[in-house]
């Protein structure tokens, strides 16, 4: 008998542990803080600073738009695809040599001292020019900053410099840093930089590495009753399932930057109480490129890049890749560009057997086994599409008799082998449109960009009359001149090839139907968020 | 107590040997990785021009040869200076203490987990070898011990932090609650409860079935025999005579397991986005941060060599022909 009792026993211990742990907790796991203000949002990394004034990247504006201001955001109706911020407006003058800013009255930095020209000054002279990766670009010929009152800055450029891209460049490149915190120290190592003061509509209030980012609201913002919420927390979670999770679970309103993978957007989006937003991100678009190492003597022949692009089946790649997320792609500049896209350019059909015509004809024959030549892929870590991509392009090309061999390497290897140590024939990238061909086009195939840039031409290409035509297109000051200039710069990429664009795409957000004005601006995932609001 | 002191004299010493083996390994090995900090670095601002990245390889030193870097790295951990983060630009002393205590937490939970319930039943188990109830458990166990740590994780994770909503699906603790003291500690309770069964199941079945092969085999053994000769109970046979003995090779697996479970931990941190050791390593060789990375690999081997410590120290309490031959040496 108690032999019996004895087991009975042992074995009533950990079942007894299991349920105990099992029921211990019986209240949900709802969220604590009331309700009302506090907006909670997924943030899938951690950006190394915080300064959007020396780094003008996505990462750092998601979080730091909302504490720093740029001179104008962008907008969907406001005149040139602008909403003022800390300026009210702004002229370019018709040499191109100066561009003159009124600045908003009655601003004030988080710490109470006022905003003034004299920031501006500072900013863009010991900032923007000298620090940010894409000031460096846009305020080369930047030789002073005169301020004649409080409130106008007066640009002054040694080269004509296209009112045009300083406009475009505005929502990106012109956050303003307060002078009397950052004057006469150095500004790259300032403590400042991870505890931002700015004039925006929310202030930094706290941040635990690994945990989550703190804004509260600014009590003095210059916009009459805004901002609507008290406060939005940035919740760290990098593992792409977790923001899903999280938002199913009610622990957080908002995942943006695709936090949320594409394969389960159907699935969540029937999820009551979740939708699915795919505005907010059109100033934002990410472009799908074949880059091209042009030092291969088979990819130096025009007849072999236009060969490849006739073997992709762009549509294919849209749907099945991209979930129809995205768009084919017909240039350089993509369709979210009106202003400057030109849909008149050459067209490379897919068209299998027109390809292995081109690759016949430029004198690479199929072997005994069917192959012609082999290339090596190196596609960008980056996004799982890009992946995806290469995978795509490698049966793609063995259909045309290229054999493909696929690298795979972690970000640091990828950025090394194909920027600088430029060991690859060919890779899949994701360049950035950033709003104007000047600031982030022209640098995929401009000669003469040393090596170790990252994102640039390290394909070895060089064609003087396209060169000519960047050169051209970034003085000219008048408007339509430049936009023809850019409109014949895309015809001629597309007829040359150096690079094969397959498709545009941008991101989507996931976020509680509670959350009210989401995506209202073609930047909002990166805007202040001043006018978004939750329903209790 | 001289004994002990002894013991972690001797085993200190014997550490520094292999604590410079890690060091210098670590650093050769992201070595030959391609690319550096810079590049890593370059890309999180989405492009940087050829200046900017020679600036920033020469703050940090990345453009002296890999010998100097690493007599320079060594000569300043002698003085335990641990250096400065290049991909958190932060002292990497810093970084670490932010995060080893989630770790600790996290690690030191699911090991009594895994320890206490496994050998639990594995003395049920053991009681009776061959029963239905030891096919059972060692049949689960197997079957727990199958599955990967990270979907054990997600599973938790839909089942009952999205369906049931008994958990919170994430982090180490609510969000600026403003909790302090008990409220607090049930609130970082509760947030870990999910963690730690996902990273405790998996080892509880290696305690389960080595207490249960242990007990299965003491009961051939003449003592047992002579015990149950004896008339005792059959529950003092089992506690005291069997799955004592079946005890102490437990302990030297928990030793074992401390470095296995720190590895887990950087799937189960990632998956539950708790800010800990395991998390930091992996941004670490994903930003090429040598220096972070060695720190980390340094602290973990320090916490690897004090956990074995604390084996022996407890073996020495638990078996008494341990301290003899201690003397003896």
């Known amino acids: ?536 | 107590m001289h004994r002990a002191l002894k013991l972690v004299r001797r085993r200190a010493l014997s550490s520094i040997p292999v604590l410079l083996i890690v060091v210098t390994g670590t650093f050769f090995l992201l070595e030959s990785a391609t690319g550096d900090a810079v590049d890593a670095y370059l890309v999180s601002l989405g492009g940087g021009d050829a200046e900017l990245a020679r600036n920033l390889r020469e703050t940090y030193g990345l453009d002296q040869s890999a010998w100097s870097r690493l007599w320079l790295y060594v000569s300043a951990l002698a003085r335990f200076d641990l250096g400065w983060s290049v991909a958190f630009n932060r002292p990497i002393l810093d970084v670490i203490l932010e995060r080893l205590p989630n770790t600790l937490l996290l690690m030191g939970s699911a090991t009594a987990l895994a320890f206490l319930l496994g050998s639990l039943l594995g003395i049920v188990a053991g009681a009776r070898p061959g029963s239905g109830v030891d096919r059972l458990l060692s049949v689960g166990s197997l079957a727990l011990y199958a599955v990967p740590s990270f979907w054990l994780g997600l599973v938790l994770i839909l089942l009952f932090a999205v369906q049931l909503r008994w958990f919170p699906t994430a982090g180490i603790e609510s969000i600026a609650s403003g909790k302090s003291g008990f409220d607090r500690a049930v609130d970082i309770a509760r947030h870990l409860v999910l963690p730690v069964c996902a990273l405790g199941f998996i080892y509880l079945a290696l305690f389960l079935r080595m207490m249960r092969a242990g007990m299965a085999e003491i009961w051939r053994q003449d003592f047992v025999l002579a015990a149950r000769a004896k008339g005792l109970a059959r529950r003092r046979i089992v506690l005291r005579h069997i799955a004592r003995n079946a005890l102490l090779p437990l302990v030297t697996m928990l030793g074992l397991q401390a470095a296995a479970m720190l590895g887990g931990s950087v799937v189960i941190e990632s998956v539950f986005a708790i800010p800990g050791f395991g998390r930091l390593a992996q941004e670490a060789v994903a930003a090429r941060d040598a220096p972070l990375l060695m720190g980390i690999i340094v602290m973990s081997a320090i916490l690897v060599i004090l956990v074995n410590l604390l084996i022996d120290l407890a073996y020495a309490a638990l078996d008494p022909r341990v301290g003899q031959g201690e003397r003896r040496t």
């Not at chain 1, 601003?107 to 863009?124: I, K």
């Not at chain 1, 059909?349 to 690479?364: H, Q, R, S």
């Open chain 1, 1 to 536: 008998m108690f032999r019996f009792s004895l087991s009975r026993r042992a074995l009533l211990y950990p079942v007894a542990l299991t349920i105990g742990l099992a029921i211990l907790p019986l209240s949900p796991a709802a969220q604590e803080a009331p309700e009302g203000g506090r907006l909670v949002v997924a943030a899938d990394s951690e950006p190394r600073d915080l300064n959007p004034a020396v780094v003008a990247s996505n990462g750092v504006f998601f979080i730091s738009s909302k504490v720093i201001e740029p001179l104008a955001e962008a907008s969907y109706e406001g005149e040139d695809g602008l909403e003022p911020r800390l300026a009210t407006s702004w002229e370019g003058s018709e040499d191109g040599l100066s561009f003159t800013v009124n600045l908003r009255e009655g601003v004030t930095w988080h710490d109470g001292e006022p905003f003034t020209s004299a920031d501006v000054a500072f900013s863009a002279l010991e900032v923007w020019k000298p620090l940010q990766n894409l000031g460096r670009i846009v305020f080369s010929s930047l030789e002073d900053v005169e301020t004649p009152d409080e409130h106008t800055a007066i640009f002054r450029f040694s080269e004509p410099t296209p009112p045009q891209m300083i406009m475009k460049a505005m929502p990106a490149v012109t956050a303003v840093l307060p002078r009397h915190i950052y004057e006469g120290k150095d500004i790259a190592t300032n403590p400042t930089n991870t505890q931002l003061v700015g004039t925006g509509p929310f202030k930094f209030a706290e941040y635990r590495p690994g945990e989550y980012y703190r804004l509260v609201k600014n009590e003095n913002y210059w916009s009459e009753g805004e901002p609507q919420l008290d406060e939005i927390i940035f919740r760290v979670l990098p593992d792409r399932s977790a923001a899903a999770s999280a938002l199913e679970a009610g622990e957080i309103h908002l995942a943006a930057f695709s936090q949320v993978p594409l394969v389960d957007l159907e699935r969540i989006g029937q999820v009551p109480g979740l939708e699915v937003i795919t505005e907010g991100y059109e100033a934002l678009t990410y472009q799908l490129v074949v880059e091209i190492n042009h030092r291969n003597e088979a990819l130096a022949d025009r007849r072999v890049r236009r060969a490849i692009a006739h073997a992709i089946d762009k549509d294919f790649v849209v749907d099945t890749i991209f979930l129809g997320y995205a768009a084919a792609a017909t240039g350089p500049v993509p369709k979210n560009a009106p202003e400057f896209y030109n849909p008149d350019v050459p067209v490379y059909d897919f068209d299998v057997e027109k390809a292995n015509a081109l690759l016949d004809e430029a004198g690479y024959p199929r072997g005994d086994d069917g192959t012609r030549f082999s290339l090596r892929l190196l596609p960008a870590p980056f996004f799982a599409e890009t992946r995806q991509f290469g995978d795509y392009l490698r049966q793609a090309l063995a259909e045309v008799g290229i054999r493909v061999e696929l690298i795979n390497n972690d970000t640091p290897a990828h950025i090394k082998a194909v920027y600088t140590d430029h060991d690859f024939d060919i890779t899949v990238s994701p360049p950035v449109f950033r709003d104007d061909p000047a600031i982030s086009t022209t640098i995929l195939v401009r000669s003469g960009i040393p090596n170790g840039v990252p994102f640039s031409n390290q394909g070895g290409y060089e064609n003087p009359e396209l060169d000519a035509l960047i050169d051209e297109a970034a003085t000219t000051v008048d408007t339509a001149e430049r936009v023809a200039l850019y409109n014949e710069f895309q015809r001629l990429v597309v007829e040359e090839l150096p690079l094969i664009n397959v498709a545009e795409w941008s991101f989507t957000s996931v976020a509680s139907e509670k959350v009210l004005n989401v995506g209202n601006n073609p930047r909002w995932v990166v805007s202040n968020w001043a006018d978004t609001a939750l329903e209790p």
